[in-house]
């Protein structure tokens, strides 16, 4: 079946079942492979985008499901201030270890920034419980993201 999904501002015509996850239409179909598969279960965040500006879990988001929703990747998330400022942050205090999840840390970051411009640890921890850092970076994310807010 065509869908035409709006991803980065670019309408991209796709020949996909409805059920298709939205993760393996960017990476397969459409060649994006910023967004990274982890678990396949929408439980540790390495798959993350943003649908109409939420964060939502691309392996278990299916094409249908996205409707007419504009969809963000980690390849155009440094086009909105809160990206911008994170990706900046990420550097300047040298977040990234292995590097795997950091596409999907950055994005539920943002996520948290456009609705809590200036985010208390608590609010920190409960927007990125859902991300997982197998190397254990938390501290230098909560750090770059109080970075990136300015706090």
Known sequence: MAFTLKINGTPHEV?????????????????????KFGCGQALCGACTVHVDGQAVRSCQTTIDSVGDGAV????????????AALQKAWLELEV?????CQSGQIMSAAALLKDTPKPTDDDIDAAMSGNVCRCGTYQRIRAAIKHAAGV
């Open 96 to 100: 990234v270890q292995c590097g795997y």
């Open 72 to 83: 963000t990747t980690i390849e155009a998330i440094g086009q909105v201030p809160q990206g």
């Open 15 to 35: 020949d996909v079942d409805g059920d298709a996850p939205l993760l393996w239409v960017l990476r397969d179909v459409l060649g994006m492979t910023g967004t």
